[in-house]
Every structure is written in C-alpha cells, then in structure tokens.
C-alpha cells in the first residue's frame, strides 16, 4: 500500500512530538515535524498529502499557511488544529479550504488521528482514480492497431506516453509484429501530424546507395549524379522519419548517422553546406541490438542514441484471442475488397490457428487467412483450407 505523506505544523515542540507519535501508530504515514510555518513552506515541493497545522503560528497564522500550501498545490488536505471555538472562525477556516477543523481539547489527538485516517483513504482514492485515468486508452486514436490482449494494450500506453514529446524511439519486436503501425500512431497523434512521415527500409537500399537515400546529393556528385536530389532526412523535415530495420546499416553508414544525430544536420553529397533539421526519428529493429554491440556490429553510441525511448512488440502467439481477431477481421476485408460472399472460421480451425505458433507473425496471418478464404468451400473455411509455411 502506498505511503500517506504527512506535515505537521506546530510551533509547540511538545505538542508537535505527541501529534507525530500518534500518528505514526499507521503503518501507512510518514510524518515530519515542523515548528516554523517558513520551514514547511520550504519543502512544499515535496507535495505533502496531507497538512496539519497549528492557527496560532509564528509570522504567519495557520489560515495565511493553508492559502499559500493552497496555492501552490490545491490537492494537497489542511486540517487546521486551534484553540478557538468561535464558529465564525471555524466556518472561515473552511470556507478557504481546509479540509477540517480540530478544537484543542482533551479529544484532540484521537480527532487529528481519525482526521487523518479518513483523509488518507480520500488520498488513496484520487491516487488510483488518476492511475486509472492514465491506463485509459482512446482507440480511435489507434484504429489501425487491432487487439485487446494486455500485451498490445500495454504497447499502446507507451505510445500514448510518448506521442506528444519529440524523443527518439526505437521499436523492437519479430518480423511481421506491426512496427511500422506503431511508428505511424505515434506520428500521427503528434503535434507533427500534418508534417511528413517517411519511411526507409535500411534492408531494401543497396549499401553504396544508402548515403545518397538519407541524405541526399547534388548534380554531378557521383556518375550517375544527372540532378541534384533531397534525402529522405530533408524530405521529412518538421515530420517524423522511420528507420526501418536499421540493424542492417553497416558501420560506416552508422557513424554518419550518429552524426546527423547528434549535430540535426546534413550535408547533401558533393555539397559543403550544413542543411538544419527539425525531425523526429523513429527507428525499428527485429535485431537483437545489444548482442550486435558485443559482437562488433553496431556501434554501441548509435545504440545508446537510438534507445531514447524503447517500445518492445510481443510475439504474435503471445497475445491469445488477438489470433481470432486479427483472422476474423483480415477475412472480413479481403472478402469485401474482392467482392467474395462473408466466409466463416469453423471451430475447427480456430483451433489451429490458437495453437500455431505463427513465426511470421501477423503478416503470416494475414497470407494464411486471405489463402484460406479463396480454398475455402460452402463459405467456411476448416483446418484443411490453412496451409502453415512451418507447420
């Protein structure tokens, strides 16, 4: 259980210390004492949950104390504790916002302790009810990633963490797991949305043309240099560009990157002149990035520059009824797309498709289901229409 933080505010060492003691009998508080309402101000940053405080205090009252904590953090509970019973005081001391009200009397210490332990349960309460507020996910935001299961919800709380900053990400999960799905959510619920998203393979460019790809060359740089070319950093200026695969980069080629990097800059080839850049990088990788380290084949600054902010994709056959998801739905839009009556999954063959592994992920899936749906007969696919390629 969480700890309840608590001040107390009295001038009184005595009193102060008995107040302490007597709420440390919860096993759920912590308390710090102070005699000066100057003190307490000054570790106010600290965010108290809670705040007991004396009215008659040294330079301040307890009612000008509460209206500072107050202004600084409206959440955090004062109880003020005087000897006054006036109930014009006691109806002002409420009006500012105290949270309660304790006389100075023979009862004082059990009302502060029982003040304290029904404020904390209202503490516990709006901490869970903001934890809750924070796991709540906006899925029209996300239409293109389908699943229910904990493990693609919890991919999408780390993209609703990071949508709205401008941090390197890097997504790492097996082939066919939706990176690029995921680096287009985090694009397009940024404030960089209308800007460009662009995407590049490393593992599709042949490596002498890599350089000439990302950062682009002037006329005649090269032999084949006919006109002066943008890269795909210049393209996506102001936007988002995706790195794909970029565990297949060579070293030298990853050098020049940590560089651009680095500096948010590039220099077309055959150019001398710096070209500034204001782009969001998001890289992926089926690679285990750390393992390329130790064996020399990705250097370990690039590493460290790119893991800014780290997004693992679960395995397809990790993710339970997502299988039954992903199927259903993939076969409603291929029938649509190419005019087919509906066709339906036997129970039968859900079957299989829970139990395989699916190492191709979820574009296995897809080839599997679409396959399937052309074999199928009487508008029902079963086990022997779904050809595995490991099975």
Same mark, same amino acid.
């Given at each position: 259980?969480?700890?309840?933080?608590?001040?107390?505010?009295?001038?009184?060492?005595?009193?102060?210390?008995?107040?302490?003691?007597?709420?440390?009998?919860?096993?759920?508080?912590?308390?710090?004492?102070?005699?000066?309402?100057?003190?307490?101000?000054?570790?106010?940053?600290?965010?108290?949950?809670?705040?007991?405080?004396?009215?008659?205090?040294?330079?301040?009252? #307890?009612? &000008? +104390?509460?209206? =500072?904590?107050?202004? @600084? *953090? !409206?959440?955090?509970?004062?109880?003020?504790?005087?000897?006054?019973?006036?109930?014009?005081?006691?109806?002002?001391?409420?009006?500012?916002?105290?949270?309660?009200?304790?006389?100075?009397?023979?009862?004082?210490?059990?009302?502060?302790?029982?003040?304290?332990?029904?404020?904390?349960?209202?503490?516990?309460?709006?901490?869970?009810?903001?934890?809750?507020?924070?796991?709540?996910?906006?899925?029209?935001?996300?239409?293109?990633?389908?699943?229910?299961?904990?493990?693609?919800?919890?991919?999408?709380?780390?993209?609703?963490?990071?949508?709205?900053?401008?941090?390197?990400?890097?997504?790492?999960?097996?082939?066919?797991? #939706?990176? &690029? +799905?995921?680096? =287009?959510?985090?694009? @397009? *619920? !940024?404030?960089?949305?209308?800007?460009?998203?662009?995407?590049?393979?490393?593992?599709?460019?042949?490596?002498?043309?890599?350089?000439?790809?990302?950062?682009?060359?002037?006329?005649?740089?090269?032999?084949?240099?006919?006109?002066?070319?943008?890269?795909?950093?210049?393209?996506?200026?102001?936007?988002?560009?995706?790195?794909?695969?970029?565990?297949?980069?060579?070293?030298?080629?990853?050098?020049?990157?940590?560089?651009?990097?680095?500096?948010?800059?590039?220099?077309?080839?055959?150019?001398?002149?710096?070209?500034?850049?204001?782009?969001?990088?998001?890289?992926?990788?089926?690679?285990?990035?750390?393992?390329?380290?130790?064996?020399?084949?990705?250097?370990?600054?690039?590493? @460290?520059?790119?893991?800014?902010?780290?997004?693992?994709?679960?395995?397809?056959?990790?993710?339970?009824?997502?299988?039954?998801?992903?199927?259903?739905?993939?076969?409603?839009?291929?029938?649509?797309?190419?005019?087919?009556?509906?066709?339906?999954?036997?129970?039968?063959?859900?079957?299989?498709?829970?139990?395989?592994?699916?190492?191709?992920?979820?574009?296995?899936?897809?080839?599997?289901?679409?396959?399937?749906?052309?074999?199928?007969?009487?508008?029902?696919?079963?086990?022997?229409?779904?050809?595995?390629?490991?099975?």
């Amino acid at each position: 259980m969480a700890t309840t933080k608590i001040f107390v505010v009295e001038d009184d060492q005595f009193l102060g210390n008995l107040i302490k003691k007597t709420l440390e009998k919860q096993d759920t508080v912590s308390v710090t004492h102070f005699l000066d309402p100057q003190e307490c101000l000054s570790r106010i940053h600290e965010n108290p949950d809670i705040v007991s405080i004396d009215y008659m205090l040294p330079g301040m009252n #307890g009612l &000008e +104390l509460m209206e =500072k904590i107050k202004n @600084y *953090n !409206s959440d955090i509970n004062c109880i003020i504790v005087s000897g006054q019973d006036k109930l014009d005081v006691v109806i002002e001391t409420y009006r500012k916002g105290a949270a309660d009200y304790i006389i100075k009397d023979d009862n004082a210490l059990v009302n502060i302790e029982n003040s304290v332990k029904n404020l904390s349960k209202s503490v516990m309460l709006r901490l869970e009810n903001e934890a809750l507020k924070e796991q709540i996910i906006d899925r029209n935001k996300y239409t293109k990633i389908l699943g229910n299961s904990g493990a693609v919800l919890r991919v999408l709380r780390m993209i609703q963490k990071v949508e709205k900053s401008n941090i390197m990400v890097l997504v790492t999960g097996q082939s066919g797991t #939706g990176k &690029e +799905l995921v680096a =287009k959510a985090i694009h @397009y *619920n !940024s404030p960089r949305a209308k800007k460009p998203f662009v995407t590049v393979n490393m593992g599709a460019i042949p490596e002498d043309l890599i350089e000439s790809e990302l950062f682009g060359h002037e006329k005649g740089a090269f032999t084949d240099a006919r006109d002066r070319r943008i890269g795909k950093f210049e393209e996506a200026n102001e936007g988002t560009i995706f790195l794909d695969e970029i565990g297949e980069m060579d070293l030298m080629m990853q050098t020049k990157l940590l560089r651009v990097l680095q500096e948010k800059e590039v220099t077309r080839i055959g150019s001398n002149k710096s070209i500034k850049l204001d782009v969001r990088v998001i890289a992926a990788t089926n690679r285990n990035l750390a393992q390329e380290v130790k064996e020399g084949r990705f250097r370990e600054d690039l590493f @460290y520059r790119l893991q800014g902010f780290l997004i693992q994709l679960p395995p397809l056959y990790e993710r339970g009824d997502d299988v039954l998801l992903l199927s259903r739905t993939f076969l409603s839009d291929f029938c649509r797309d190419n005019k087919m009556q509906a066709v339906q999954i036997s129970k039968e063959a859900v079957k299989f498709l829970m139990e395989y592994k699916w190492p191709g992920n979820i574009r296995e899936l897809k080839a599997v289901i679409e396959r399937a749906a052309i074999m199928s007969e009487n508008a029902t696919i079963t086990p022997e229409d779904l050809v595995f390629a490991n099975a």
